[in-house]
């Protein structure tokens, strides 16, 4: 009905093969580009950019992160939540040891120190896999964040032992700390991770992307065909703790405003490994709607006593909160244990058929 | 099609939402009676609620008007607190208490931008109590560094000469709240020639201290000073009475006095001491509440005996500083609808006289209380609990804390705050009067 695709036709290579070739997909791209980019900065109140779309995007580029490493190349990894950490360290030592270094750049270059350590801790993975391989990267958690607390050189040597953000500016607009706006944050936030979710996309469609679904499948065979498994997996834990180096960067400097050390523990790293999981391993848009799931729903469930006009107690909708969050998230996974995105692409192929059945 | 009416709904849900804006007097309480602080934290936000409820039904509000303590759950975790606060900041908001040095730190910049004063009432950054530096945070009436100086003058005699050879422990929660008293402690120890351990308790590990007190045998301190919140204070009591640490020499913070905490080990934790600025008990305002807001169904306290121990009546005395400095603005400003701005004037000029205290029915709770612009904790005494087995009573005076030593150290780090901060607005054109 909708996905008609009738009259749709392409008459070169690169048509076929480009990322969205359904017209009406595009139609849908379009509209979210347009709802993320025009229509939510119009009429988001400080509220809604502090506590709903700043964390989603954030959360949702470490989600991609980890879905590189654990969805496409089956590594599975609970250290999330330490490498975020390294890529906001890096950061805060960068601009405090370079002040006049713009704060985007900064971002992209603390990503490169994540990736080392990520690279380090995922040695390991070159012997072992699956549990045993979360182990290792367990062990990585817990270190750096003991890293984090114990080397004061890194927080400046604060007394309050959490690092705080500078004011910084880009062609004099504030950018960071408290009176920077929170419609200039949301913008660097929404530029930088459309840049990565793009680049994250051309890779996972390429040959790398290919060479990590083939060792996630059958990495004996994989081996046997031809493919470096060393290199691929160093490469997919790199390409991963890049990305999510720089999740953890944009986490404090352009939302959270200052951190200390246990923000990055094991809780972070779990919190991301959900999302991925319930959005759906070995996707893009998983990851972005798992973040959906985990980050936006409980503050949405929050807000409906108070839309509603009832007067509930704080505290109990707390609890109701964290009822209501488990039994969902038990229910989707019985229900469609491959995550949300197999949700929409059913939903999809079911719209191309209808009125016939799928 | 159906996901862009689906995206519509979801955006209309997040963006409709009225603000009411209230006519009340309202007061953000960044509570937690969920998670694991729950422990401390529920008496003493029983105890700020139930204050505010009773000024509403004996005294009708604060000059005629509502005084209304919202109460928004954060379970101790910064992202929630950051949450509700910017929910609720547009709803008028006159203070808010962010009631965890995590959260704390996250709202002091924004408290200059945003112009809602923090009261962080005997805890947060003790750097805050330069009131040239921070004009809206307010840390009285005493802050952690007044605090640790007072033990050691416990310890020491009041010349601190007794401190000379001692080895004292600091067994702290590995939080910002837990390593504010580090400088401090290590700054006087080459002065005073004691030997100062730190000893940090993870988050994790607040339940099963096992190591960490294994250590503090090993080392044999002359006295162990605590840090404590939440399930760490129980945990580190429980621990000690198991490796037969001699309670006579534990000490802990005015957070680490908490009575159902000692009542787990009873007459085994004999001995425990604990600072405290408030002295727990029975007291005219007490059954004012017992009559008033207990009797009546209006209160969240489930067991009735804990209203006269020590976190629920320090909960009243920080309802009581909250009021009073409503008051003061109402009297000075010739209204009773203040707002924030003129709320921390009030703040900035609090004086609560013994008189005053009288009148509220708070006599022997605890001392008077002043602020001035430059000084925003008063660096006033506190005095040491000790437990009996059975409840928390007094064994010495009021002590002061070494002003003269604490104040330049805090405007040290008042002033490397603001450097690291740059550009700090720091008073901005508020006057000081």
């Known amino acids: 009905m909708i996905y008609r695709e009738a009259g749709q036709f392409k008459i070169s290579y690169g048509a076929d093969n480009a990322f969205l070739p359904v017209l009406q997909d595009k139609f849908l791209l379009l509209i979210i580009l ?235 790293s779990f919190e991301i490994l959900f999302m991925v999981i319930i959005g759906g391993l070995g996707s893009i848009l998983g990851a972005y709607l798992g973040a959906l799931f985990i980050v936006v729903l409980p503050v949405l469930i929050n807000v409906v006593p108070h839309f509603l006009g009832l007067s509930i107690a704080s505290a109990t909708v707390e609890h109701v909160n964290l009822i209501i969050i488990g039994s969902l998230i038990i229910a989707i996974l019985v229900i469609e244990p491959h995550g949300l995105s197999r949700l929409w692409l059913i939903t999809r192929e079911k719209l191309r058929l209808w009125p016939f059945p799928y | 099609m159906k996901y862009l009416t689906k995206n519509i709904l979801f955006m209309s ?56 303590m919202i109460e928004c759950e954060t379970g101790y975790s910064t992202a929630k607190g950051i949450e509700c606060y910017s929910k609720l900041k547009s709803d008028n908001i006159l ?18 931008v945003d112009r809602i004063p923090i009261l962080s009432i005997s805890y947060g950054l003790s750097a805050a109590a330069v009131g040239e530096t921070f004009p809206w945070v307010f840390p009285f009436p005493l802050t952690y560094w007044d605090g640790a100086s007072i033990m050691l003058k416990y310890i020491g005699g009041y010349d601190l000469s007794g401190l000379k050879g001692k080895k004292i422990v600091l067994l702290h929660l590995d939080h910002p709240y837990g390593k504010e008293p580090i400088p401090l402690f290590k700054e006087l120890s080459g002065k005073y020639g004691y030997k100062f351990i730190s000893i940090p308790v993870g988050l994790k590990e607040m339940q099963n201290q096992s190591a960490q007190w294994l250590q503090i045998r090993r080392e044999k301190p002359d006295y162990v000073l605590m840090w404590g919140w939440g399930a760490m204070n129980a945990g580190a009591i429980n621990e000690a009475v198991k490796t037969r640490f001699n309670m006579e020499r534990f000490i802990g913070i005015w957070w680490s006095g908490h009575d159902d905490d000692l009542m787990v080990a009873g007459k085994k934790s004999k001995g425990y001491k604990a600072l405290s600025w408030n002295i727990p008990g029975n007291y005219p305002v007490i059954d004012d509440i017992k009559k008033h807001v207990i009797n009546k169904g209006l209160s969240k306290v489930k067991n009735n ?26 009297k000075h400003f010739n209204t009773s609808k203040v707002n924030a701005d003129q709320v921390r004037w009030g703040l ?44 928390f009573s007094p064994i010495t005076d009021f002590i002061s804390p070494m002003k003269n030593i604490v104040r330049p150290m805090l405007e040290k780090a008042a002033d490397k705050y603001a450097k690291s901060n740059a550009p700090w607005p720091g008073r901005d054109n508020i006057p000081c009067n």
């Open chain 2, 348 to 391: 900035e000029n609090l004086n609560i006289t013994q008189a005053r205290l009288d009148e509220l029915g708070m006599k022997g709770m605890t001392n008077p209380i002043k602020t001035s612009c430059s000084d925003h904790s008063g660096h006033h005494s506190a005095l040491v609990l000790q437990w009996d087995g059975e409840k």
């Open chain 1, 34 to 268: 347009t709802l993320f980019w025009i229509v939510f900065p119009v009429f988001a109140s400080d509220f809604a950019f502090q506590a709903i779309l700043l964390p989603f995007l954030i959360y949702s580029l470490a989600a991609i992160g980890l879905n590189i490493l654990t969805g496409y190349a089956g590594q599975l990894s609970l250290g999330t939540g330490g490498f975020m950490g390294v890529g906001a360290y890096a950061c805060y030592k960068i601009i405090t040891l370079f002040p006049e270094i713009n704060i985007v750049i900064a971002i992209l270059i603390s990503g490169i120190f994540s990736s080392v350590v990520g690279v380090l801790f995922g040695l390991p993975s070159l012997k072992i896999k699956g549990f045993y391989l979360a182990i290792s990267t367990l062990a990585a958690q817990f270190f750096l964040v003991w890293f984090f607390e114990k080397v004061a050189w890194l927080y400046n040597y604060n007394t309050s032992g959490a690092i705080e953000v500078p004011t910084l500016y880009i062609s004099g607009i504030t950018v960071t700390g408290p009176s920077a706006e929170s419609l200039v944050k949301y913008y660097v936030v929404l530029s930088v991770i459309s840049l990565l979710t793009i680049l994250v996309i051309n890779i996972v469609r390429g040959k790398m992307g290919r060479q990590w679904q083939a060792i996630r499948d059958n990495d004996i065979a994989a081996e046997i065909i031809g493919i470096r498994l060393m290199f691929s997996k160093i490469t997919a834990f790199a390409v991963s703790s890049y990305v999510v180096g720089i999740a953890g960067a944009l986490l404090v400097f352009f939302w959270k405003g200052a951190a200390e050390a246990n923000l990055f523990e094991i809780r972070l």
């Open chain 2, 13 to 68: 849900f997040i963006f409709m939402f009225t603000n009411t804006v209230l006519a009340d007097l309202n007061v953000l309480n960044l509570s937690y009676r969920t998670g694991p602080f729950a422990a401390t934290g529920i008496p003493l936000m029983d105890g700020m609620l139930d204050y505010a409820t009773l000024l509403n039904e004996r005294d009708g509000g604060l000059g005629g008007e509502h005084f209304n």
């Open chain 2, 305 to 330: 005996d804990s209203i006269y121990r020590n976190f629920y009546t320090r909960g009243v005395l920080m309802t009581m500083l909250q009021a009073e400095a409503i008051r003061t603005a109402q």
């Open chain 2, 95 to 112: 203070t808010v208490h962010p009631w965890s040095t995590g959260i704390n730190l996250q709202l002091i910049p924004k408290a200059g």
